[in-house]
């Protein structure tokens, strides 16, 4: 939706606000949204490329707009990144996504692990570890079912802070995954010298696989390259059975996507089958 009122700020899919006033009165809103709730949190699975059953989920952020509805992440992360809001915003989404995760694990057989998106901005804050500890802490979820999705703009200062970071995850039991792989300045080296096991494979990437001689090789470079590297690989955005089963010929591990799952509610993850899609 795009509309204008004297009260509110302009409104355009995907790229946040549109002039500086609105980015004021964007973050006024951010601000009584962090103070009243209105945010709430998705979860997506992640499916085993062979099976089809659910592997873990991925924390999506929603605000739930009084009267926008539920408004998607692109349309306000970027803004509460430039305002510093992500930090807050953040570590509610951590906290929040490890409470829910530990009490569906709890009250169900199967034990999901769940991902949860952190801005750079937050992974490389001082207090980030202490953060964590914290969520997990309060929520009583074990260490080994949280993940950490970071993109490659992390290293943007640098490598270092952001292995050593990586290394203290690691010994506690969390892993941290490469997000939207190949979209950012993506180097090999950095590949080689993080300690993480999971690459997720962007969209943009999977669906020009199929019609894309380029793209294909790639795609199939990085699933090879990752493996001899013990890691696992991820790719988002499957929503066709061609591209599930052109995925699955290439050896990927793992699946996301409309195809098996959009993002929902905890009350209708609960209710998912085990394995995806249904048909
Ligand atoms: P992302 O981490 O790459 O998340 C995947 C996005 O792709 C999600 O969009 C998801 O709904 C969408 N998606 C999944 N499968 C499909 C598919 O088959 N087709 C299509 N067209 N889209 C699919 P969403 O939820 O709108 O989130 C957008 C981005 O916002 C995320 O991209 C992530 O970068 C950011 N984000 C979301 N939640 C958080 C959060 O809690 N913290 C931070 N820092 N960023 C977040
Ligand atoms: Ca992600
Ligand atoms: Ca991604
Ligand atoms: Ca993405």
């Known amino acids: 939706a795009k509309r204008k009122g004297r009260n509110t700020w302009q409104w ?3 790229g946040g606000a549109k002039s500086t006033r609105d980015s004021v009165l964007l973050r006024n809103e951010l601000q009584k949204a ?3 709730n209105q945010f709430t949190v998705y979860y997506q699975p992640l499916v085993d490329a062979v099976s089809g059953k659910i592997r873990s989920v991925e924390a999506l952020v929603r605000w739930n707009h009084p009267e926008r509805g539920m408004v998607s992440p692109g349309d306000f992360i970027p803004l509460a990144e430039s305002t510093g809001q992500i930090i807050p915003l953040g570590q509610w989404v951590l906290k929040h996504a490890c409470q829910e995760i530990a009490r569906l694990n709890e009250n169900s057989e199967r034990m999901l692990p769940v991902a949860v998106n952190i801005s750079s901005l937050q992974f490389l804050r001082e207090d980030f570890l202490a953060n964590v500890d ?11 079912f ?8 992390v290293l943007l200062d640098g490598a270092e802070p952001v292995i050593a970071l990586m290394q203290s995850l690691n010994k506690r039991g969390i892993h941290v995954a490469i997000d939207d792989f190949g979209t950012g300045f993506s180097s090999l080296s950095y590949l080689r010298d993080l300690p993480t096991h999971k690459v997720k494979l962007d969209r943009s990437f999977i669906n020009k696989t199929l019609t894309d001689r380029r793209t294909a090789a790639i795609v199939q470079g990085v699933i090879t390259m990752a493996h001899h590297m013990d890691m696992v690989v991820v790719a988002e955005g499957i929503e066709t059975v061609e591209e599930q089963n052109d995925l699955v010929r290439r050896n990927c591990d793992l699946l996301q996507g409309y195809r098996f799952s959009k993002p929902v509610p905890l009350e209708v993850l609960k209710a ?3 394995r995806l899609p249904v048909e």
């Open 12 to 14: 355009y899919r995907g």
């Open 134 to 144: 914290k969520a997990l802490e309060e929520s009583g979820l074990p260490p080994q």
């Open 272 to 274: 998912l089958p085990d």
């Open 146 to 153: 949280l993940e950490l999705e970071v993109t490659e703009s």
């Open 34 to 36: 962090l103070e009243t």
